[in-house]
């Protein structure tokens, strides 16, 4: 590396220093000469010295590679219209030496040159940067796993831009490059990766170690297959998914963690299994097709033998909606006719995530505002309701009439469980109407909710029966919050689907609800107000204007919605604000 001089090294570690002061006014000082010095002639290998010096403070050399990182995503990729602040000699000694030091830093800086790496590529990699990838190939050949990481991680910094660019001749030329170089070398390391597992079996901290390997070079592998499937994979498929099988299948004791909410090494590599396999399942399935029987089977027995922890959240998400995936298109729909095999899914996978769980409560407890993001605006998409949720819509796709015979089973025994006793079985009946909501919707916007519905499942006959008694209001409107919550919800989805008498005989009671003291079911009710008033006019119904719901059939509420509407804003903390401005409007 260029050798700056060591006055200029100890004057740098000193403004470093000062980036790390309590003190903001010293702070601010410091970050803005740094700034303001940063088009100077070796200010990028300045920074690569601090970082690699042993005697400096790990705090400093942290600070350096954060500046690094963030002077090359400011000025690396100039403007058009904007002088180069980055010299070609610097430029080329940069690229001369961050990789190695990249690989002999701390884990920390590590991942922050492997991000500078990363802003590097996406201008220069490969035309400007051909070493790259042989610089990166030959790390391989180290032996030496935390070098491995580094290198792979980059690789994925790199190359993750694969799965949601633009086809264009220059990418297609770019990825041509990549799999020239790279693919042979990653399907090599990864069989040795699979043999170093079987060796430190027992061995927690190696395998710790393997297993991350494992899972960066399976992200690697989703982003070098995400625009085609490439010639070499096509032909190397069987190694790679016998692997990925033998993965998925193996529960190895060591890799467990003690923590119910943090997912271990093993939970995080099979996620990203099962989103490959979704991937090829559903991009490639004529050549993955022969493939597919044993990775459904897989991830079936992977879900039934799965907690109900935080932990495993994500995987069984990803799990789920590989199924949903299979289950939905016709070529896949005889792995779903064998005898039993709906009956089973609906029993141990669906009916188990459409529960309410502890963390659930919770959250609608202590966090009223990120129960509403996710459960009505549309944030849901990595919970377990929600993708049990997609799964039985999935399955209605080709076997709507199973599907809806089974799970209308649960649906009457939960709710024969809570009459027996509301007050304690009330999660029975909330897991019901989430059922039924699933079984029901087929088609949906989100300005109108369900427009086309199950006909096998009559909302209308559920909503009198079923939900219209939830929200009684003769004992108040603080008992049961989520089940009443989820009343409304129900209401609010099936709104362009319920009569207009039904929808009517409900404004009082959801009104009422306004006044709760919990602020998502008071948000609720705000919120099915509001959508009620877009609720359009429908063929062979009275037509004074274009809602279905005219003055005159609103001016019987009128009083008792504008008093609870304006309470509601008066509130403090209250989270319908919107759905309360909406209304006024």
Known sequence: MATPTSSNVVALSNYLKQTLSPD???????????????????????????????QIEVNIRLSA????????????????????????????????????????????????????????????????????????????????ITVINGVLFTAHSLFK???????????????KFVLDNFAAPLTELFKQLMVLAEKHNGDAINLKLIYNSLLLVAKVFN???????????????????DNFHTLLVTDNPVLRTDSDEEAGPRELLVTQICDNVAMYASKYGEEFSSQLPRFVEAVWNLLVSTGSEIKFDILVCKAIQLLTLVAERSQYEGLFNQPMILELICEKVVVPNMRLREVDEELFEDNPEEFIRRDIEGSDVDTRRRAASDLVRGLCRNHEGRVTEVLGGYVMAMLAEYSKSPATAWKEKDA?????????????????????????????????????????????????CILRAGCIKYLVIFRSILSKEILLAHIGRVVSHMGSSSAVLSSYACHYVERLLTVRARAGEPRSSAALLGSADLAPHLSSLLAALFATLRRPGCESTRCVASCER
Not at 33 to 54: A, D
Not at 438 to 447: D, E, F, K, N, V
Request: proline residues 3%.
């Open 24 to 54: 903001n006014n010293e702070r601010k000082a410091a970050e803005n000469f740094l700034k303001s010095v940063e088009s100077n002639e070796n200010f990028g290998l300045l920074l690569l010295e601090t970082m690699q010096l042993p």
């Open 65 to 144: 590679a954060i500046t690094f990182k963030n002077f090359i995503r400011r000025n690396w990729i100039a403007a058009d219209d904007e002088p180069n602040r980055i010299s070609e000699a610097d430029r080329s000694a940069v690229k001369q030496h961050i990789v190695d030091l990249m690989l002999t830093s701390p884990d920390q800086i590590q991942r922050l040159l492997s991000e500078a790496i990363s802003i590097i590529g996406q201008a220069d990699f490969p035309d400007k940067w051909p070493s790259l990838i042989n610089l990166m190939v030959d790390k391989f050949k180290s032996g030496n």
């Open 161 to 175: 831009r694969y799965r949601h660019e633009f086809k264009s001749n220059a990418l297609w030329t770019e990825i």
């Open 223 to 241: 982003s070098l297959n995400a625009q085609d499937l490439p010639e070499f994979f096509e032909d190397n498929m069987a190694v790679w998914m």
């Open 432 to 480: 019901a109407i989430y059922l039924v909501t699933s079984l029901a919707s087929r088609g949906a916007t989100q300005r109108h909710g369900t427009t086309q519905a199950n006909q096998l499942v009559n909302v209308g006959e559920f909503t009198t029966t079923h939900i219209s008694c939830e929200l009684d209001v003769t004992h108040g409107v603080d008992k049961l």
